[in-house]
T-cell receptor, first 110, second 115 residues
Framework: NAGVTQTPKFQVLKTGQSMTLQCAQD?????MYWYRQDPGMGLRLIYYSASEGTTDKGEVPNGYNVSRLNKREFSLRLESAAPSQTSVYFC?????????FGEGSRLTVL | AQKITQTQPGMFVQEKEAVTLDCTYDTSDQSYGLFWYKQPSSGEMIFLIYQGSYDEQNATEGRYSLNFQKARKSANLVISASQLGDSAMYFC????????????FGGGTRLMVKP
């Protein structure tokens, strides 16, 4: 029962470094999402992909890029990390029902 | 743009009592869905309950029920017979059905259950 799998679970970066968060789902869902959660706050949508081949900006897209590689995989890239991007990142997937979330990836930018 | 508001940053409830967590939303769309998620200290997001905007009856799932008042644009979560394991963050979320299935979350309420 893998569901939504995110890697890595933890990462420390220096300002200006780049990295990619990987996400894969095995539920054959059409839609996939990337959220960030800052301490004591709710989840804010970074990017989403309503279906394979499409991506759209959410509330806080600046500083990020995404790729919907195929129906299963949706990656989030930070080209030049900044301390303000220190957060917990959640990938999620869904069809018409609720979102299914990964376990989260904790990213620290020094 | 849609907006979700949770006005209670933190709440206490005595074990075995019922508690209501408030959620109000703002949208001009007629077709939408409302969700509640639980996030324990371990960090995972756990789906609790769903209410569609056209559902006439309030949703229930075990000890969870959703008090849906469409005219007031509120979707409060009621937890009956609170347990210590209910201590967690609770998030209300809304999906506009013609907007690519994206969910918008409120800021959350931290619930603490006292023994």
């Amino acid at each position: 029962n893998a569901g939504v799998t995110q890697t890595p679970k933890f990462q420390v970066l220096k300002t200006g470094q780049s990295m990619t968060l990987q996400c894969a789902q095995d539920m054959n869902h059409n839609s996939m999402y990337w959220y960030r959660q800052d301490p004591g706050m709710g989840l804010r949508l970074i990017y989403y992909s309503a279906s394979e081949g499409t991506t759209d900006k959410g509330e806080v897209p600046n500083g990020y890029n995404v790729s919907r590689l195929n129906k299963r995989e949706f990656s989030l890239r930070l080209e030049s990390a900044a301390p303000s991007q220190t957060s917990v990142y959640f990938c999620a997937s869904s069809d018409a029902g609720e979102l299914f979330f990964g376990e989260g990836s904790r990213l620290t930018v020094l | 743009a849609q907006k979700i508001t949770q006005t209670q940053p933190g709440m206490f409830v005595q074990e075995k009592e019922a508690v209501t967590l408030d959620c109000t939303y703002d949208t001009s769309d007629q077709s939408y869905g409302l969700f509640w998620y639980k996030q324990p200290s371990s960090g995972e997001m756990i789906f609790l309950i769903y209410q569609g905007s056209y559902d006439e009856q309030n949703a229930t799932e075990g000890r969870y029920s959703l008090n849906f008042q469409k005219a007031r644009k509120s979707a409060n979560l009621v937890i009956s017979a609170s347990q210590l394991g209910d201590s967690a963050m609770y998030f209300c979320a809304m999906r506009i059905n013609n907007a690519g299935n994206m969910l918008t979350f409120g800021g959350g309420t931290r619930l603490m259950v006292k023994p």
